[in-house]
C-alpha cells in the first residue's frame, strides 16, 4: 500500500513514473526508426542472397511489419508500449492539474527567470503530440493491424507520404517530439535523482543531442518518399 501510495499518490511518484514511462516511449523511437529507415535505403541494400525473398524495400518493410505483427513477443511490448504511453499522458495531466491548483492556492508568481521555453510549454507540447499520435495511429497502426483493411503497408506509407497535408501534420508533430525530447530525457533524469550534477550536465547535452537527431531522422523519411 505505501508503494502504491508514493508511486500515484505523490508528487515526486508522479514524477518517477512521467520518467520511467517517457524513458521507455523514448527507447521504442529508437527501435521504431530503424524499421522506418528501410523506406529510403536503396535496393541494392537487400540482396536476394541475404535476406531469401527479399530483394527491394517494398518486401523488406512489409516482411518487416509482418514479423512485427504476429511475433507474440513484439506484440507484448506492443501493448506494454500502448499502456506506458497512456500512463505518461494521465501521468502528465495529474502534474499538470496540480502544478494549478498550487500556484491558485498559494497566490504566488511564478519565477520563468531559470526556466527554458520548452520546460515552460511541455503542456503544450505534449498535446501536439497527443494529437498527432492519434492522427497517425489511425492512418496506419489501425488500418493494418487492427482493421485489416490494408495488407500492403509499404504501398499505404507511400500513397500517404504523397499529400502535402499530411507531410505538413507529420513535420509538424515530429519538430514537436524533438523539442519535448530534448526536455524530456533530461527532467526524467533528473527526477530519478540517481546521477550526480556533473553527470548531469553530460545528460543535458545527451538529449540535446538525441533529441535533434530523432527529429531530423524522423522528419527526412516522409520528404524523401514524397519527393521522390
Known amino acids: 500500500m505505501a508503494f502504491k501510495q508514493g508511486l500515484f499518490k505523490t508528487s515526486v511518484g508522479?514524477?518517477?513514473l512521467m520518467a520511467i514511462t517517457g524513458l521507455f516511449i523514448a527507447?521504442?523511437?529508437?527501435?521504431?526508426?530503424?524499421?522506418?529507415?528501410?523506406?529510403?535505403?536503396?535496393?541494392?541494400?537487400?540482396?536476394?542472397?541475404?535476406?531469401?525473398?527479399?530483394a527491394n524495400q517494398h518486401d523488406m518493410y512489409n516482411a518487416y511489419s509482418?514479423?512485427?505483427?504476429?511475433?507474440?513477443?513484439?506484440?507484448?511490448v506492443?501493448?506494454?508500449?500502448?499502456?506506458?504511453?497512456?500512463?505518461h499522458i494521465?501521468?502528465?495531466?495529474?502534474?499538470?492539474?496540480?502544478?494549478?491548483?498550487?500556484r491558485g492556492e498559494k497566490y504566488e508568481v511564478t519565477d520563468n527567470s531559470t526556466s527554458t521555453w520548452i520546460s515552460r510549454n511541455m503542456g503544450?507540447?505534449?498535446?501536439?503530440?497527443?494529437?498527432?499520435?492519434?492522427?497517425?495511429?489511425?492512418?496506419?497502426?489501425?488500418?493494418?493491424?487492427?482493421?485489416?483493411?490494408?495488407?500492403?503497408?509499404?504501398?499505404?506509407?507511400v500513397a500517404t507520404f504523397?499529400?502535402?497535408?499530411?507531410?505538413?501534420?507529420?513535420?509538424?508533430?515530429?519538430?514537436?517530439?524533438?523539442?519535448?525530447?530534448?526536455?524530456?530525457?533530461?527532467?526524467?533524469h533528473r527526477s530519478l535523482g540517481i546521477y550526480p550534477k556533473k553527470v548531469m550536465h553530460i545528460i543535458k547535452y545527451i538529449a540535446l543531442c538525441f533529441g535533434i537527431a530523432m527529429a531530423f531522422l524522423y522528419a527526412i523519411i516522409p520528404l524523401i518518399i514524397y519527393f521522390k
Open 14 to 16: 508522479r514524477k518517477n
Open 27 to 54: 527507447f521504442f523511437l529508437i527501435i521504431h526508426l530503424v524499421g522506418n529507415l528501410i523506406l529510403i535505403l536503396p535496393n541494392s541494400f537487400f540482396p536476394v542472397e541475404f535476406w531469401g525473398n527479399v
Open 66 to 76: 509482418h514479423f512485427l505483427v504476429h511475433f507474440w513477443p513484439i506484440t507484448l
Open 78 to 87: 506492443a501493448w506494454v508500449l500502448y499502456l506506458a504511453i497512456a500512463v
Open 90 to 102: 494521465l501521468d502528465a495531466l495529474l502534474i499538470t492539474l496540480n502544478n494549478w491548483k498550487t
Open 124 to 157: 503544450i507540447l505534449g498535446s501536439i503530440i497527443g494529437i498527432f499520435i492519434v492522427i497517425h495511429m489511425g492512418q496506419f497502426w489501425l488500418q493494418y493491424k487492427v482493421l485489416g483493411t490494408e495488407h500492403d503497408l509499404y504501398n499505404l506509407v
Open 162 to 188: 504523397k499529400q502535402e497535408w499530411v507531410i505538413i501534420l507529420y513535420e509538424i508533430g515530429i519538430i514537436t517530439l524533438g523539442f519535448h525530447l530534448v526536455h524530456g530525457i533530461e527532467s526524467a
